[in-house]
């Protein structure tokens, strides 16, 4: 199984920072894609930031020039450094992972499509 456990959200006033982190662990044997999505009430989840395993990034519009996304391989560890936050970004922000992991009774390789438990990012006015 895989686990994703994300940390870092809070309360922020506008024009504030913050860094959300992503831990990933479990059987993995390798990662595509890590992204991060939020969600806010009354929407539909949106991606916020994508990263591959080659290192490219991908940002909404919304979130370009503010948000920046990283990962630290050897902690298998997601993170989103957002700057200059707006009331507008306030969400529940997930992190996603697709890669592929082993199944033993077959050693087939198998799809991972997971996902964090999310974290509450507000952002006052």
């Known amino acids: 199984q895989v686990q994703l456990v994300e940390s870092g959200g809070g309360l922020v006033q506008a024009g504030g920072s913050l860094r959300l982190s992503c831990a990933v662990s479990?059987?993995?044997?390798?990662?595509?894609?890590m992204d991060w999505y939020r969600q806010a009430p009354g929407n539909q989840r949106e991606l916020v930031a994508g990263?591959?395993?080659?290192?490219?990034?991908n940002y909404a519009d919304s979130v370009k020039g503010r948000f920046t996304i990283s990962k630290d391989n050897a902690k298998n560890t997601l993170y989103l450094q957002m700057n200059s936050l707006k009331p507008e970004d306030t969400a529940v922000y997930y992190c996603?992972?697709?890669?592929?992991?082993?199944?033993?009774?077959?050693?087939?390789?198998?799809?991972?499509?997971?996902w964090g438990q999310g974290t509450q990012v507000t952002v006052s006015s």
């Open positions: 990263i591959s395993s080659g290192g490219s990034t």
């Open positions: 479990g059987s993995i044997f390798s990662i595509k894609d």
């Open positions: 996603n992972i697709k890669g592929f992991t082993v199944d033993h009774g077959s050693s087939r390789l198998v799809d991972i499509d997971s």
